[in-house]
């Protein structure tokens, strides 16, 4: 996971770098490795959507990984 502290043109602009280059942790950006679950809180309610679908507001989201759930098969 690669968040920005904040959001602003510069900071997405060098967001946008730190992504090509290979995001490594640095002040006013969190880069997380294998992490099994991260959890996001906000001060207020804030939209949140996921493939398209509209959720609603909320102020807390979870998000977990789930090992294994896809098998992906490549012709040898």
Do not use: K, N, W, Y
């Not at 730190?18 to 099994?36: C, I, K, P, Q, Y």
């Amino acid at each position: 996971m690669v968040a920005p502290g904040s959001v602003g043109p510069l900071g997405t602009l060098r967001l946008l770098v730190s992504l090509f280059r290979g995001a490594e942790a640095r002040r006013g950006l969190t880069v997380l490795h294998d992490v099994d679950r991260i959890v996001v809180s906000c001060d207020r309610p804030m939209p949140l959507q996921v493939d398209g679908e509209d959720l609603g507001d909320v102020e807390r989201v979870v998000f977990e990984s789930e090992p294994r759930a896809a098998r992906v098969l490549v012709p040898g």
